[in-house]
């Protein structure tokens, strides 16, 4: 229906990188795909360069 072929791992990368997004907690994101280690975790996680920028510049603009 999309015109695009998903793999299952696409597929469960999405739900880990939806579900940090919405929470930012990997410890949750780990538990909630069934993980035993968080490494595992973050192998699905994609590196948001950007989005991590965003969030350090915000940290320090309310610190400073």
Same mark, same amino acid.
């Given at each position: 229906?999309?015109?695009?072929?998903?793999?299952?791992?696409?597929?469960?990368?999405?739900?880990?990188?939806?579900?940090?997004?919405?929470?930012?907690?990997?410890?949750?994101?780990? #538990?909630?795909? #069934?993980?035993?280690?968080?490494?595992?975790?973050? &192998?699905?996680?994609?590196?948001?360069?950007?989005?991590?920028?965003?969030?350090?510049?915000? &940290?320090?603009? #309310?610190?400073?």
């Amino acid at each position: 229906g999309i015109g695009k072929e998903v793999s299952p791992h696409r597929l469960r990368a999405a739900y880990g990188n939806i579900l940090l997004k919405e929470t930012g907690d990997i410890y949750f994101v780990s #538990k909630a795909m #069934k993980h035993a280690n968080v490494q595992t975790t973050e &192998i699905y996680i994609e590196d948001n360069e950007r989005d991590v920028n965003n969030r350090v510049a915000d &940290i320090m603009n #309310k610190l400073f």
